[in-house]
């Protein structure tokens, strides 16, 4: 899901499973990239350290990004 406000759009982004997901895709509009703010998954936090991965934005505007496990993932949203 999306928050908005003044300073910008965040990308939120929850995997409830324990499975790793890589190459995962998700629909998007105008976006023209996306920086990881926060990953529940960092190792400070108790987590595997599956941080910073790589984002792929396609040619059609779909993200295509790895989810952690039984991880919170938020991304600052660029538009074109």
């Given at each position: 899901?999306?928050?908005?406000?003044?300073?910008?759009?965040?990308?939120?982004?929850?995997?409830?499973?324990?499975?790793?997901?890589?190459?995962?895709?998700?629909?998007?509009?105008?976006?023209?990239?996306?920086?990881?703010?926060?990953?529940?998954?960092?190792?400070?936090?108790?987590?595997?350290?599956?941080?910073?991965?790589?984002?792929?934005?396609?040619?059609?505007?779909?993200?295509?990004?790895?989810?952690?496990?039984?991880a919170?993932t938020?991304?600052?949203?660029?538009?074109?």
């Amino acid at each position: 899901y999306l928050r908005k406000s003044n300073e910008g759009v965040l990308l939120c982004i929850h995997n409830f499973t324990p499975q790793f997901h890589y190459e995962y895709h998700l629909a998007t509009h105008g976006i023209r990239g996306v920086e990881e703010i926060f990953n529940s998954d960092d190792e400070r936090y108790g987590g595997s350290g599956k941080v910073q991965m790589p984002v792929k934005v396609n040619y059609n505007g779909a993200l295509e990004l790895s989810l952690a496990p039984l991880a919170t993932t938020i991304y600052r949203v660029y538009y074109e």
